[in-house]
């Protein structure tokens, strides 16, 4: 599974990353976690609020910091 963070390093985007990075270390998960701040390739998302987390290319939560519940629910734990 490959999970993307998209934001241009604000803190709502770093708590997000850290967030998914804790139930990904908690739960033993076999997840590539990756930090996208380049504006560029943002746009290819077509989003337009930030935070936002891709999981396998499709965009999961944009606009809000997901809650630990949230995230394991995209995760499917």
Do not use: F
Request: aromatic share 2%; proline share 3%; with cysteine.
């Amino acid at each position: 599974m490959e999970i993307k963070v998209l934001g241009a390093g604000c803190a709502k985007c770093k708590t997000t990353y850290e967030m998914i990075e804790k139930v990904v270390k908690e739960n033993n998960l076999n997840v590539t976690l990756t930090k996208v701040e380049d504006i560029m390739e943002l746009l290819n998302y077509n989003i337009m609020s930030t935070p936002a987390v891709v999981v396998d290319g499709e965009v999961k939560i944009k606009g809000h910091v997901p809650t630990e519940n949230e995230i394991k629910k995209m995760l499917g734990i």
